[in-house]
């Protein structure tokens, strides 16, 4: 695509992005709506909205190629990526549930489920590629080192004897395979002098039999093909049949011309990089001793004004407070106005005492603090509002009229890289200005004193500003038990001892299954449906892979430290851990109970590890730390066949999940199959987010099945796969896996013209494999119910029934 295609989509995305920032702006400054249904439906238009702002940016991201408009639109990009995650956590506040269903807002704005699905941005991964590269290169040369991979070196030389018996047996199969081909020539020969009993036939009805019956057999195969292409023309035509793969070489096209404009994009920025160098340059140069004359200038004639007007010389402003550039600013002059005009300490302390006082009197809420009448839905103020609305404005201000017909190629603009250095050059030399003048005001202002000392008067005192004491409020640094050992030794360690694991690459996409479209008409009814494979996908997209991702987004958007994902044998718990950490790069330390058994003995041997991987997941960022059996540190009864110390680690994870700040992107992601086998207010201390994942629904079945069956080039495009979805419901996404894996082998592929496939072999080969009974199901469900935001639903619900009823509400519990 060109250059105007995705200036023309970042313009619709701005569109869009300017309407969310004006409702939100207004929601910012409403008042509580009581009314949480109401509520809930407009925070999900916000954030479709930012959803489809959101992909919209990325792609613009992706491919622009000019630099400078690249930069705004990651700031948006970032910026839409946070707020929309600010919006989730409203969402799973309001509706008490961690899946959002929306399907009313897709209609009202006439976009498909497909549209509002959220995409990963690309620059997740693109900008880390060589680091991630080279950390999995790194992990492999160690492995290999220590033994665990064969060793790939050169074959040992051969000896000639051997080389010489290599060759005789190539040269005899080739004998062999010629004699063959030349008998098998002369058998043909023979079979072809035979007498032909029809040549006997004076009259040729023989003849003309036999050329019927081939017409006949000719026509009807000809017929019937043309036939079954009309059928499956007119199923792909009305979307009843996934299309072939016909589009192939378009897409492989489109794919090159993308990563085309990737390999321009990379030389513009560079471009543009070696020009912000060679501009600063340039403006140092011509143009630094003016602005320093300027910047001298201006601040000479402030304090000259200023002793004019008072007798006195003033304050110069502190470093830290902006310098002189704050004396020039509207908030600085009034300032300076203030210090001058400022009321006495004692009657400021009686007016706020009296206006304290007034508000308590005029505020009813705080006389009656047992009131437990809640005041509603407030939207809590966000961190990337503000950013947003600056960034549409620049938007307007700069790229919206902005005439690009001179530059065609899209390169950097240099009047732009003149005007932001100046601006910088000004900002540097102004603080090499301001020490200067500081001195040059103090020498004043001691000969004043002097002057004032010679008349008699009071010379004025030097003030001494100390800072204000007060508590500090810095984190409390863990001790370092390995401070003279280096970065490399330490994860050579832990990859040695298998803390540190390689994982295989799996992109989230490929925990494939639907998104739920019922569940919404469900929810409107008061019923708590379970949701489906595409509902778990997207949360785990948003609690795990987007704030991971990022160091902005995770500095800034609701902190989730630890996340733990509970389903039956089979759902895709392992999947989803290793797509989270293909999809940030990050680099995996397994905690697991089986995992350390034997390893860090001892108590000071805990200590080191725990330190260990507390510390090297800090450097190596993003990291994620993974539990396998989650419940096991939290067993109330250990089994005596358990020989892996599972509460090894009871006392030390709530400790290593405080000590996770928004500063550090490290994630505990658990999985468990029996979550309910373990104390569940501990669990609850470690995991502050929980994903159940169900057996998948219809939909998904029977999308998983014609996704996977249809791979296979052999299988018939009409192949039932409605049944196999209704058959077998209750398997879980890893026994349909199987299924395939035991019948569709490398033999079964070669047969697949002469012997189709069948829905009996499939069906025997799922028959061997057991489902997930109910029991197991009803056990899961209950454990959710008593998991934190079940209880928080159940009494939401239970509050809600009792207003309808007109009864009290009973204190919880």
Known sequence: MSHSTYDKLWAEAQRTLDEATTIDTDLHGAKPQKDKKKASAVVCDLYVKYITVMNSLDQCYDQMVQPQKRILVRKLLDSTLGRMLELKHELVNLDLSEFSYYDDVLIDMRILPQEAEITIPQYYRREREEEIRQRRKTIDTILKRLGFYEDEGAEPEMTEDEATRLIQVHERARQGRLRAQFMREIRHMKDKAKPDPLADDKTGAGSRAAALKIQKIWRGFITRRKIR???????????????????????????????????????????????????????????????????????????????????????????????????????????????????????????????????????????????????????????????????????QDVWAEKDERDNPAQTF?????????????????????????????????????????????????????????????????????????????????????????????????????????????????????????????????E???????SPTIHATS????????????????????????????????????????????????????????????????????????????????????????????????PKLIKSIGPEDQVLLLGISRSPWECDQKALAQVYTKMILIPRPDYASRSFIWSELLFSYSGVNRQFDTAALAQISDGYTVGRILAVLRDVMTCKRILQMRVQPLTHAELVAALSRHDPVYKEEEEAFLSWFQRTPIGRRKARANELEELQRQGLEPQPAK
């Open 229 to 395: 292409r009309r059928v499956i023309e007119e199923m792909l035509l009305i979307g009843m049949l996934p299309p072939v793969a016909v589009e192939s070489e378009a897409r492989r096209r489109s794919e090159e011309v993308r990563e085309a404009r990737r390999v321009v994009q990379h030389d513009h920025q560079r471009q543009y990089e070696l020009a912000l160098v060679h501009e600063k340059q340039h403006v140092l140069r011509t143009r630094g001793e003016i602005i320093k004359e300027e910047i001298a200038d201006a601040a000479r004639c402030w304090y000259m004004d200023y002793k004019a007007n008072t007798g006195k010389f003033p304050d110069f402003p502190s470093e830290e407070s902006g310098g002189s550039a704050v004396l020039f600013s509207r908030q600085g002059a009034e300032s300076e106005m203030s210090k001058s005009t400022a009321p006495s300490s004692k009657d400021s302390k009686g007016k706020k005492d009296k206006t304290k006082k007034a508000q308590k009197e005029k505020d009813p809420a705080k006389k009656k603090p047992d009131d437990e009448e809640d005041p509603g839905f407030k939207m809590i103020p966000s961190v990337y509002l503000g950013d947003l609305i600056n960034g549409c404005s620049v938007y």
């Open 413 to 541: 603009y240099r009047d732009m890289i003149l005007q932001e250095k100046e601006r910088e050059v000004e900002a540097e030399l102004r603080k090499t200005v301001d020490h200067m003048l500081r001195g040059e005001l103090e020498r004043l202002q001691a000969a004043l004193d002097r002057d004032r000392a010679r008349k008699g008067k009071k010379g004025k005192k030097a003030s001494k500003k100390g800072r204000r004491g007060g508590k500090k409020n810095k984190k409390k640094k863990e001790r370092d038990l390995t401070p003279d050992r280096t970065l490399e030794s330490l994860f050579e360690e832990l990859v040695a001892n298998g803390i540190i694991r390689k994982y295989p690459e799996v992109p989230l996409a490929a925990f494939r299954g639907e998104r739920s479209y019922g569940n919404h008409a469900l929810r409107q009814l008061g019923k708590d449906p379970l949701p489906s494979l595409g509902d778990v996908r997207q949360a785990v997209l």
């Open 558 to 653: 609701p902190l989730v430290r630890s996340v733990l994902l509970a389903g039956p044998a089979g759902s895709g718990k392992h999947m989803l851990v290793h797509a989270v950490c293909s999809e940030t790069g990050s680099v995996l330390f397994d905690l697991s109970a089986a995992n350390i058994v034997g390893k860090y003995p001892g108590k000071t041997g805990l200590v080191m590890l725990v330190h260990l991987v507390s510390k090297v997941s800090r450097l190596l960022q993003p990291s994620v730390i993974f539990m396998d059996c989650a419940e096991k540190p939290f067993l109330k009864k250990v089994p005596k066949t358990d020989k892996t110390d599972p509460k090894r680690l009871k006392k030390d994870l």
């Open 543 to 549: 609690y795990c892979v987007l704030p991971l991702g």
